[in-house]
């Protein structure tokens, strides 16, 4: 229901205050929203893994990559099952005839992006972890970033209506990247390559660089949680 009903709020605030009338607006604000939920809630999962089982960590011998990446992939599993309510969503408009969505086999491409933001959660989840053992405080930073990173996602507004410094901000933004292609595969149009190679590129040095910050560190965490 949660994400249904967010739909529904930024659709009547940011479709029918501000004049959006693309009939897809719904299913673009609601494929938007899932992503970004399900990348907020596994890296705050990430985040807090290896304080939240300080205790387990101290008795008894589990290798410590698996709290962080535990918290990644049962919130991956939770954000698959979420999607069935997207295809439903689709499914209503296109049974009501608001919109025709075209059918083809740039629709099962979705995967790609879905692996994409993955391997960007496991990788920048495996660097929160890592520091915030060391740095308490980044807890309350990455919620404000996860607010910025929303806000640059273009989740309830079209980016292509942005112009000059605005459009650079938000294609900095690998999430926007993964959310954009996500979308496109979802309505049947072609990737943007560039965003594509652009978003796995980053993906891969945040996996690689997460990986190698916790396997220097990680046996230092018993002496700092």
Same mark, same amino acid.
């Given at each position: 229901?949660? #994400? =249904? %009903?967010?739909?529904?709020? !930024?659709? *009547?605030?940011? /479709?029918?205050?501000?004049?959006?009338?693309?009939?897809? $607006?719904?299913?673009?604000?609601?494929?938007?929203?899932?992503?970004?939920?399900?990348?907020?809630?596994?890296?705050?999962?990430a985040l807090k893994s290896i304080r939240s089982n300080a205790a387990m960590i101290k008795k008894v011998y589990v290798p410590k990559y698996m709290y962080p990446l535990s918290g990644i992939l049962s919130n991956f599993v939770i954000f698959l099952i979420s999607l069935v309510v997207l295809v439903g969503v689709m499914l209503f408009?296109?049974?009501?005839?608001?919109?025709?969505?075209?059918?083809?086999?740039?629709?099962?491409?979705?995967?790609? #992006? =879905? %692996?994409?933001?993955?391997? !960007?959660? *496991?990788?920048? /989840?495996?660097?929160?972890?890592?520091?915030?053992?060391? $740095?308490?405080?980044?807890?309350?930073?990455?919620?404000?970033?996860?607010?910025?990173?929303?806000?640059?996602?273009?989740?309830?507004?079209?980016?292509?209506?942005?112009?000059?410094?605005?459009?650079?901000?938000?294609?900095?933004?690998?999430?926007?990247?993964?959310?954009?292609?996500?979308?496109?595969?979802?309505?049947?149009?072609?990737?943007?390559?560039?965003?594509?190679?652009?978003?796995?590129?980053?993906?891969?040095?945040?996996?690689?660089?997460?990986?190698?910050?916790?396997?220097?560190?990680?046996?230092?965490?018993?002496?700092?949680?």
């Open positions: 229901l949660e #994400p =249904l %009903l967010s739909m529904v709020v !930024l659709t *009547i605030v940011f /479709g029918t205050l501000y004049g959006n009338t693309d009939k897809t $607006f719904p299913v673009y604000i609601l494929s938007g929203r899932l992503l970004y939920s399900f990348y907020s809630s596994a890296t705050k999962a408009f296109m049974a009501t005839g608001s919109y025709k969505a075209p059918m083809n086999a740039n629709m099962f491409l979705t995967v790609i #992006p =879905l %692996l994409n933001l993955l391997i !960007l959660s *496991i990788g920048v /989840g495996l660097i929160l972890a890592t520091l915030c053992v060391f $740095f308490r405080d980044i807890e309350y930073l990455w919620s404000v970033m996860l607010m910025l990173i929303m806000y640059c996602s273009a989740i309830f507004y079209f980016a292509s209506r942005l112009k000059g410094a605005g459009g650079m901000l938000i294609k900095i933004n690998p999430l926007y990247g993964i959310i954009d292609n996500f979308r496109r595969a979802l309505f049947g149009q072609h990737f943007d390559m560039v965003l594509l190679g652009y978003t796995f590129g980053v993906s891969i040095v945040a996996f690689l660089l997460g990986m190698f910050m916790f396997y220097k560190k990680q046996d230092t965490f018993i002496l700092n949680i």
